[in-house]
Every structure is written in structure tokens, then in C-alpha cells.
């Protein structure tokens, strides 16, 4: 089955730690994106690529940093330097072009840091 | 930045049509309306998208107003899995990202 998965589902980091969460997808699609949701919000784009080895900031990508080696695979590093670390974390793929706002997205990854 | 209007919450009963409302009053000749869905700790699914004409498939129908101002989802039969967070987003070709409000928490009640 093709699809985005995200590992953890949850995950605990004390605080002044990094972490680094997973996406990987095997839809074949040249884009990916990482959102964050806050209780009660909607999402926010934290980061974006459009194609292997390039990347761009998204509206908040202060506190985070990512790479884009494969095509399948995105991850997210949540630095010590981001305030307010704790949240939900959802991946998402495109295949771009006219259909990059068909988003596929991942189950999400709940960030809690204490 | 929020280029829609939704309410916040609405209520449905089970098996029958669920019409969301969307107000983009100033939606532009080269945007596109977008409506997504996010079920409770779920990641948000994309349901379904138009420009100007109306839409159908396998899971909704999007009908625009003729000066593309507001737009109507409409799930025919809800049921209880349609219970969700709804989200009408405008996006204009070229831009970088979609922009998730707070959408409607649509309840679907047996």
C-alpha cells in the first residue's frame, strides 16, 4: 500500500534536547512538507521541498531544520532553539505541479516536551 | 493569511446531506477553492477542489457561486465517520503552501 508514515506516534524529549522526527513516503511524489498544529489551531507549514536536495522555510521554520537526501524520505529536527516545542507534527506529500495542493498526509507525530 | 469564513461548528444527522458554508468574498480570478478534512488526532484528507465550475466525487460535492464569493461542500449521506474538522482553503496557483484555518467541527449526530 503506498502511503506517508511517521514514526513515532509519540514521542517525550526533555527540554534543551533535539529531536528528529520521521516521514517517509512510497508514493513517488517530488514534494513534501512539514506542518505544526497547536491545540484547537490549524496547521502551520514549517518547512517545504519541492525536489531532492532543495528545501525552503515555510511560515515558522525558526527552531527547525530538515534535509531532503531521497526522494522518499524528510525529516524534521525540532532544535533546542524552538520555544515551544510541543505539538502535533504532520508530514505531507504532493506530486507536485498542478496537483501540489493535493496533499497526502501522514498520521502525525505528537511532540511533547517537558 | 485566512482568505475564508466558516463557521465554527455546525451539526448534522446521520443519513442525511451535510452543506458546509465557505465565505471567500475575496477570492481572485486564478484561486482555487480546496476543502480538506481532519478527523480527530488524524492527519488532515483532501476531499475535494474547484475553480469556477461545480464538482463532484466519490466523497463530495463543491458547488461554487456563480461570482465565486462563497462556496458549498456538501457530503450527501453523512455518517458518523464524516465527523471532522472541514477546511474551505483558497490557494492561488504558484503559491508555495495551502493555509489550514480553523475550519468547521462538523458533528454528525445518530
Known amino acids: 500500500d503506498g502511503g506517508i508514515t511517521q514514526s513515532p506516534k509519540y514521542l517525550f524529549r526533555k527540554e534543551g534536547q533535539n529531536v528528529t522526527l520521521s516521514c517517509e513516503q512510497n508514493?513517488?511524489?517530488?514534494?513534501m512538507y512539514w506542518y505544526r498544529q497547536d491545540p484547537g489551531q490549524g496547521l502551520r507549514l514549517i518547512y517545504y521541498?519541492?525536489?531532492?536536495?532543495?528545501?525552503q522555510k515555510g511560515d515558522i521554520a525558526e527552531g527547525y531544520s530538515v534535509s531532503r537526501e531521497k526522494k522518499e524520505s524528510f525529516p524534521l529536527t525540532v532544535t533546542s532553539a524552538q520555544k515551544n516545542p510541543t505539538a502535533f507534527y504532520l508530514c505531507?506529500?504532493?506530486?507536485?505541479?498542478?496537483?501540489?495542493?493535493?496533499?497526502?498526509f501522514g498520521p502525525g507525530t505528537r511532540l511533547t516536551v517537558t | 493569511d485566512a482568505k475564508t469564513t466558516q463557521p465554527p461548528s455546525m451539526d448534522c444527522a446521520e443519513g442525511r446531506a451535510a452543506n458546509l458554508p465557505c465565505n471567500h468574498s475575496?477570492?481572485?480570478?486564478?484561486?482555487?477553492v480546496y476543502w480538506y478534512r481532519q478527523i480527530h488526532s488524524q492527519g488532515p484528507q483532501y476531499i475535494i477542489h474547484?475553480?469556477?465550475n461545480n464538482e463532484t466525487n466519490e466523497m463530495a460535492s463543491l458547488i461554487i457561486t456563480e461570482d465565486r464569493k462563497s462556496s458549498t461542500l456538501i457530503l450527501p449521506h453523512a455518517t458518523l465517520r464524516d465527523t471532522a474538522v472541514y477546511y474551505c482553503?483558497?490557494?492561488?496557483?504558484?503559491?508555495?503552501?495551502?493555509?489550514f484555518g480553523t475550519g468547521t467541527r462538523l458533528t454528525v449526530i445518530p
Open positions: 508514493l513517488n511524489h517530488d514534494a
Open positions: 505531507a506529500s504532493s506530486i507536485g505541479g498542478e496537483l501540489t495542493y493535493e496533499q497526502y
Open positions: 475575496t477570492i481572485s480570478g486564478n484561486e482555487y
Open positions: 474547484g475553480l469556477k
Open positions: 482553503i483558497v490557494v492561488q496557483t504558484g503559491a508555495n503552501n495551502l493555509f
Open positions: 521541498s519541492q525536489i531532492v536536495n532543495d528545501f
